[in-house]
């Protein structure tokens, strides 16, 4: 069973950087490709960054050059998943999330970013 727990999410002014956490346990999560998700005030929840088993990384247009994923597979039972977000825009705010690629159908509880002034 993989559990998700997101963290690192808070009041950013624009222009600002917060780095998420996404801690999984589950020794099926370093097999898998990750991603992070977000979901906005009335959206739908999207994928933002992709990191897949060798590295490789791919980002949606909105983030791209803003943010940078990657990816900690060394603990045995642990893995972490890392999202360095840069030059926060208010259209950044969301819940963000991680999970396989496709996802798995449960969610962590996800980690708020609000990015105002």
């Known amino acids: 069973q993989v559990q998700l727990v997101e963290s690192g999410g808070g009041l950013v002014q624009p222009g600002g950087s917060l780095r998420l956490s996404c801690a999984a346990s589950?020794?099926?999560?370093?097999?898998?490709?990750i991603g992070w998700y977000r979901q906005g005030p009335g959206k739908q929840r999207e994928v933002v960054a992709i990191?897949?088993?060798?590295?490789?990384?791919?980002?949606?247009d909105s983030v791209k050059g803003r943010f940078t994923i990657s990816r900690d597979n060394t603990a045995n039972t642990v893995n972490t998943v890392y999202l360095q977000m840069n030059s926060l825009k208010p259209g950044d705010a969301a819940v963000y999330y991680c999970?396989?690629?496709?996802?798995?159908?449960?969610w962590g509880q996800g980690t708020q970013v609000t990015v105002s002034s």
């Open positions: 999970n396989l690629l496709p996802p798995l159908p449960s």
């Open positions: 589950g020794s099926m999560f370093s097999g898998y490709a």
């Open positions: 990191i897949g088993t060798d590295g490789y990384t791919q980002y949606d």
